[in-house]
Nanobody, 126 residues
Framework: QVRMAESGGGLVQAGDSLRLSCAAS????????LGWFRQAPGKEREFVAA????????YNADSVKVRFTISRDNAKNTVYLEMNILKPEDTAIYYC???????????????????WGRGTQVTVSS
């Protein structure tokens, strides 16, 4: 059974940093690309960042491009999202997901992801 478990969310102030982690089990972690998505109240779930299975290529949404960094540790079956200079508009539930996508175009597409975690809440106060 595949399980993806996010952690590291919380309540922070604008300008602070957070590091999210997502530990995966039950899948061949190193063959999957991994992504982070987020969903704010009343909004669609949106792409945040993705990293290919090798870790050589990463993709970010324009809204977080300079501030967020995705990385992975295949030895630990874990993907990370380092979030800096957080803004109130970053408030959302953050989800990690696994996909067999291999390019920026497909890895930005929510429909390309096969496995999902349950999410972790990030709240940024102004």
């Amino acid at each position: 059974q595949v399980r993806m478990a996010e952690s590291g969310g919380g309540l922070v102030q604008a300008g602070d940093s957070l590091r999210l982690s997502c530990a995966a089990s039950g899948l061949a972690f190193s063959v999957y690309s991994l992504g982070w998505f987020r969903q704010a109240p009343g909004k669609e779930r949106e792409f945040v960042a993705a990293i290919t299975r090798s870790g050589y290529s990463t993709y970010n949404a324009d809204s977080v491009k300079v501030r967020f960094t995705i990385s992975r540790d295949n030895a630990k079956n874990t993907v990370y999202l380092e979030m800096n200079i957080l803004k109130p508009e970053d408030t959302a539930i953050y989800y990690c997901a696994a996909s067999l996508c291999g390019s920026g175009g497909s890895c930005r597409n929510r429909a390309a992801y096969e496995y999902w975690g349950r999410g972790t809440q990030v709240t940024v106060s102004s």
